[in-house]
């Protein structure tokens, strides 16, 4: 069962502007993928993988993403931009069938760059509860490259 809930994290999908692909591919099995554009496989092996693991999941690679890496370069000239799933406390008011206010937790998805990313550390993403979702790609920034 679990397995199918991590599968689940693994899809490309692309549109006339861009390509989405789950941060739940590690990057082995990302340049494996047939469905994931040649080019971006491509960039993915010449930039991205000499200063990351085979092992290691896009989306432990965004989260751990040092602000001066020259990968930031990279994701910000391909027009990255990620889905991230950010735990959100909303101030709850009383009514409609509830007793007194209280805090309500819940998850809120964004788009952010690379960039917005990185500038949070990883302990403040850890305890803001960031999920990495999704990293999209501009198709036409990487015919650039």
Known sequence: MQKTIY???KYSIQDTARIYVGCKYT???FLEEEEILFKFRLVVQKYILPEADF???????LYYLAPESFLVKIYRQIKARVRVSVLETK?????FGRKGG???KRYVTRQMTVEELVSVPPAEKERQGYVIQELSVSKLALTSL
Do not use: Q
Not at 55 to 61: A, F, I, V
Not at 91 to 95: A, I, L, N, T, V
């Open 55 to 61: 092992g290691d999941t896009l989306e432990t690679h």
């Open 102 to 104: 209280g805090e309500e």
């Open 7 to 9: 599968e689940d994290y």
């Open 91 to 95: 101030k709850s008011f009383p009514g």
């Open 27 to 29: 990057f082995a099995e």
